[in-house]
Structures are given as C-alpha cells and as structure tokens.
C-alpha cells in the first residue's frame, strides 16, 4: 500500500508560478512512476507529467510542456510539479498518483495508477 500526500495548492494570478509537492510512503517496485494529474469540474481528469522513480525519466502532456515541470527527492520520497507562467485554464483540482505504467505511452493515463492522494486545489485568477 502506498500513501500519498499533496500540499503547495493555492490561489496565484495569471502569470505566477506555483510549486505543488507530494511524499509518498509504503512500498513502490522498481517500475513504478508517479504523476500528476488534474481535474476541473465537468471535465476528465488530465495526465500532465510523469517521472519513472528508478531512472528519472520524465513526459509531460503538451498542454504544460515548457510551463510544468516534475522532480523528485528521492531522499525525501517527495515528488515536486514546478508550475510557471498560470493561466486561468490551469485552475483545478491537482492530484499526484503512484503506479507502474506498462506502456510509455501510457504514462500519463489516469488508469496506469493505482494510488491516488487526495488533491490540491490551484486556482488560477485576477
């Protein structure tokens, strides 16, 4: 079983930067990755970046590529999603995930990931 846990949401105008961070706990096999994922209302949730814990490799959804970008502290166990250059459509619900995709190009689907935290809210506004 592994936790997770989410903080670094807020409120930020357009144009700003936020950092969201999410530490994991229990055990992950050498396969697994972690993302993030967001979710606005009405809306499905949206794979937006990814890193394999074992080798750092990373993908990111082309909707933040060059504005997003995942990290991780393996000392910590706490992966990061630096976040800058906010528009308004950036506001949502932000989640970290933990699983073991079976496919690269599966990464960022929401069904690669068995564990779930309980989410950040980013809202984006002047």
């Known amino acids: 079983q592994v936790q997770l846990v989410e903080s670094g949401g807020g409120s930020v105008q357009p144009g700003g930067s936020l950092r969201l961070s999410c530490t994991a706990s229990?055990?992950?096999?050498?396969?697994?990755?972690m993302a993030w994922f967001r979710q606005a209302p009405g809306k499905e949730r949206e794979g937006l970046a990814s890193?394999?814990?074992?080798?750092?490799?990373?993908g990111y959804a082309d909707s933040v590529k060059g504005r997003f970008s995942i990290s991780q502290d393996n000392a910590k166990n706490t992966v990061y999603l630096q976040m800058n250059n906010l528009r308004p459509e950036d506001t949502a619900m932000y989640y970290c995930?933990?699983?073991?995709?079976?496919?690269?190009?599966?990464?960022?689907?929401?069904?690669?990931?068995?564990?779930w935290g309980q989410g950040t809210q980013v809202t984006v506004s002047s």
């Open positions: 229990g055990y992950m096999s050498s396969s697994a990755a």
């Open positions: 995930a933990a699983g073991s995709p079976r496919y690269l190009w599966s990464r960022l689907s929401p069904r690669e990931y068995a564990y």
């Open positions: 890193i394999f814990i074992a080798s750092g490799y990373t």
